[in-house]
């Protein structure tokens, strides 16, 4: 059974001191503005309107909370790097994804999304950064991948992953095509997250 479809909304907050209980293991999605993120989400979920597609970034201000059959949680974050939001705004934005990866105990992975055609901005390498530290994996959707030939998008995951290698040895990060428009890399992505719940700690 799919892991992410029927996933239900559970709650969105604005602030730490908001966060439900840690029930169970959660999976982060982050990403730049407009890369795909909401898109991405519903294309998983198998659901056209789970979370929000806007044409306008920068629209996901919360971090918002869906809870999923198997009793994990799906986060979806504040889309990161859009200039035209106010810089008092940016900030909390920051704070709000900083806090919530860093000290989420129940945690279990980052799904980052890049545009295929963009991968690797100055600031996805900052959210890596944020990140690996924890040992925690980062799987990254290579999203839009339709909009690219078929030589050009596997040329572009060629990149990505020889950039990837540059890392540490000890963080876990692994990356690959994904398009909403074409539905294709769903159970690629599925197989990865998969792995993560499986060896995520039972709660008490």
């Known amino acids: ?18 966060l439900p209980p840690g029930d169970g293991p ?22 056209t309107r789970l979370a929000y597609v806007s044409k306008t970034p920068g629209r996901t201000q919360l971090l918002n909370f869906f809870r999923l059959p198997c009793g994990a949680r799906l986060v979806d974050l504040p889309g990161y790097g859009y200039a035209a939001v106010p810089e008092k705004i940016r900030r909390q934005w920051q704070g709000l994804i900083e806090d ?6 129940n945690l279990v992975g980052l799904v980052l999304m890049m545009d295929a055609r963009r991968p690797l901005t100055t600031l996805d390498r900052q959210m890596i950064g944020w990140f690996t530290p924890s040992a925690r994996p ?3 959707l290579l999203t839009k991948s339709d ?10 995951l060629l990149e990505a992953r020889a950039a990837l290698a540059q890392y540490p040895p000890g963080a876990r990060l692994t ?30």
């Open 26 to 47: 959660e999976i982060a999605f982050a990403g730049r503005s407009n890369a795909g993120k909401s898109s991405a989400i519903n294309t998983l979920a198998n659901h």
């Open 1 to 18: 059974m799919s892991i992410f479809r029927h996933a239900c909304f559970e709650t969105s907050i604005a602030k730490p001191s908001a």
């Open 100 to 105: 919530y990866l860093k000290t989420r105990a």
């Open 147 to 156: 909009k690219l030939s078929r030589g050009a998008a596997q040329a572009a």
């Open 175 to 204: 990356v690959q095509l994904f398009s909403s428009l074409a539905r294709t890399g769903i159970e690629e992505c599925e197989r990865e997250v998969g792995t993560w719940l499986e060896s995520a700690p039972v709660a008490q």
């Open 138 to 140: 980062i799987h990254i």
